[in-house]
T-cell receptor
Framework: GAVVSQHPSWVICKSGTSVKIECRSLDFQATTMFWYRQFPKQSLMLMATSNEGSKATYEQGVEKDKFLINHASLTLSTLTVTSAHPEDSSFYIC????????????FGDGTRLSIL | GEDVEQSLFLSVREGDSSVINCTYTDSSSTYLYWYKQEPGAGLQLLTYIFSNMDMKQDQRLTVLLNKKDKHLSLRIADTQTGDSAIYFCAERAWEGTALIFGKGTTLSVSS
């Protein structure tokens, strides 16, 4: 079945560091990928929609200069948390939609980001 | 805007059936999904149903959709301890749009 790979799975770094998270669709082409954020014991909150070859669409309240998204190919989207601070600590999950559009979204295993 | 509501907790005994309920507000929802999340892990797609269907069965899982009441349920037959997890209901209105998730139902299965 469709597989989405997310890397790294866990990051611990110092405040002020920038962190890049990769999301890859392994066996299908994804024109659209979605980035979600999940706080402990809470639901997933959509941060942005990443479109291949164009600028990402950010949800209200999400700082685009803070969370840089690049979707350079049909199989890879990256989320860079710039100058991360402790309040950015969270679980970040990406999902990808098959190019045909009729399949359900498949999710990566998530990246746990801890900023000290 | 769209909203998806779920009860937060459900506790059952091993071997019993579990029923997790979900309500949604967007009448234009075309696909409705159930995902499972184990501690520290990503989301695993369990099943989904198209809005023109009333029911879908897949092994131990049965999904019922009442479109009039905008109510979705997931029944897990013969619940096992390995089914303990958080279950998210999600809906999608149009092709290419992101999923709208409920807050998740924590299922606890005791032996």
């Amino acid at each position: 079945g469709a597989v989405v790979s997310q890397h790294p799975s866990w990051v611990i770094c110092k405040s002020g560091t920038s962190v890049k998270i990769e999301c890859r669709s392994l066996d299908f082409q994804a024109t659209t990928m979605f980035w979600y954020r999940q706080f402990p014991k809470q639901s997933l909150m959509l941060m942005a929609t990443s479109n291949e070859g164009s600028k990402a669409t950010y949800e209200q309240g999400v700082e685009k200069d803070k969370f840089l998204i690049n979707h350079a190919s049909l199989t890879l989207s990256t989320l860079t948390v710039t100058s991360a601070h402790p309040e950015d600590s969270s679980f970040y999950i990406c999902s990808a939609r098959d190019r045909s559009g009729n399949q359900p979204q498949h999710f990566g295993d998530g990246t746990r980001l801890s900023i000290l | 805007g769209e909203d998806v509501e779920q009860s937060l907790f459900l506790s059952v005994r091993e071997g019993d059936s579990s029923v997790i309920n979900c309500t949604y507000t967007d009448s234009s929802s075309t696909y409705l999904y159930w995902y499972k999340q184990e501690p520290g892990a990503g989301l695993q797609l369990l099943t989904y149903i198209f809005s023109n269907m009333d029911m879908k069965q897949d092994q131990r899982l049965t999904v019922l959709l009442n479109k009039k009441d905008k109510h979705l349920s997931l029944r897990i037959a013969d619940t096992q301890t390995g089914d303990s997890a958080i279950y998210f209901c999600a809906e999608r209105a149009w092709e290419g749009t992101a999923l709208i998730f409920g807050k998740g139902t924590t299922l606890s299965v005791s032996s």
